[in-house]
């Protein structure tokens, strides 16, 4: 049973931008604020990737093809994180799952996923 869950996927146009949300309903804020956070997509037939990753630091990371257009957030108090995806592109179509990783004990949690289709 998917522990975290997502929102704000959907079809888009080339060029066009979406907002993915990602909360995690069971986590008190203390738990919520010590864990690394993480956008993963996963397409037929391939392994799932990470995408982007913001940590406890606030530091963020990215995969080199969604750098410069896309954008990881977290708000600590309403225990979610964000995927702002701009100027999209066929090859961003899949579907994305959050993850969170608690530091203290590696605990990890995921979403059920939502879809990101980029088509004209």
């Known amino acids: 049973q998917a522990q975290l869950v997502e929102s704000g996927g959907g079809l888009v146009e080339p060029g066009g931008s979406l907002r993915l949300s990602c909360k995690s309903p069971?986590?008190?804020?203390?738990?919520?604020?010590?864990?690394?956070l993480g956008w993963y997509r996963q397409v037929p037939g391939k392994q799932r990737e990470l995408v982007a990753s913001?940590?406890?630091?606030?530091?963020?990371t990215y995969i080199d093809s969604v750098k410069g257009r896309f954008t990881i957030s977290r708000d600590n108090g309403k225990r979610t994180v964000y995927l702002q995806m701009n100027s999209l592109k066929p090859e961003d179509t899949g579907v994305y799952y959050c993850?969170?990783?608690?530091?203290?004990?590696?605990?990890?949690?995921w979403g059920q996923g939502t879809q990101v289709t980029v088509s004209s």
């Open positions: 913001i940590m406890t630091s606030q530091k963020t």
């Open positions: 993850n969170q990783r608690y530091i203290q004990n590696g605990a990890l949690s």
């Open positions: 069971r986590s008190i804020f203390s738990v919520f604020a010590g864990s690394d």
